[in-house]
């Protein structure tokens, strides 16, 4: 029963059911604060796009059904954390965020087509894409962090679960040997999640004080 359960096959769905579970806790900060400033506008639009490009990268080359299933959940949950930026910031009034995130999100609907016919092609590009943004998003969220010396706004538990996930990717990646831009993912999780950890050991005194 143990030796099932940690089994590659259902440690993809256990770490792809935390990816996107791990929302709620930023989603409850940003209620109870009614702000989304925690996490930088550059970080989130880059998480968007970075969503959107692992849904095409899924399914082009054809990953496990987990990451199948949860991919467009998680992009759903990325919208939310952006809404609440919107909304609770009075920023839904701006129409340079509406016009930037509107594009953002009909660039990959316009995609659809060409990908159908070139799925290799396209789930090739993407995957690297993904990684890329994956790479540069989070750095701007490290960078505001270090900046104002504040983790005010930012769920520890919403990092903390994702990095979890991150080094249970890492392993099953490696041992299913799944393509490259996947391995290197999951290691920019491990990498960022001690990196913030130790962001939160510097700055969470001072963020309450």
Known sequence: MITSIFHPNALIWVYQFLYTVCFIPQFVTN?????GKGLSDLFLLA????????LF??????LPPAYQFFYPI??????????????????????????????????????????VGHCSLV???TGWTFFIISFVCQLPLVIKIASSKSVRGI????????????????YVALVMWLPIQTILGALRVVIFFVI??????????????
């Open 47 to 54: 998480y968007l796009n970075m969503s959107e490009a692992l």
């Open 74 to 115: 998680q992009t759903v949950s990325v919208l939310i954390l952006i809404l609440q930026r919107l909304w609770y910031d009075k920023m839904a009034d701006s129409k340079w965020y509406w016009l930037m995130y509107t594009i953002n999100l009909a660039a990959p609907i316009v995609l659809i087509p060409y990908a």
């Open 57 to 62: 990268y899924a399914f082009c080359v054809g």
């Open 31 to 35: 209620y109870k604060l009614k702000t």
């Open 196 to 209: 913030f950890c130790i962001q939160f050991l510097l700055y969470n005194n001072k963020s309450n004080a």
């Open 123 to 125: 789930g090739n590009i």
């Open 155 to 170: 769920s520890f538990l919403f990092l903390l679960i994702t990095g979890i996930a991150g080094i249970m990717e890492l």
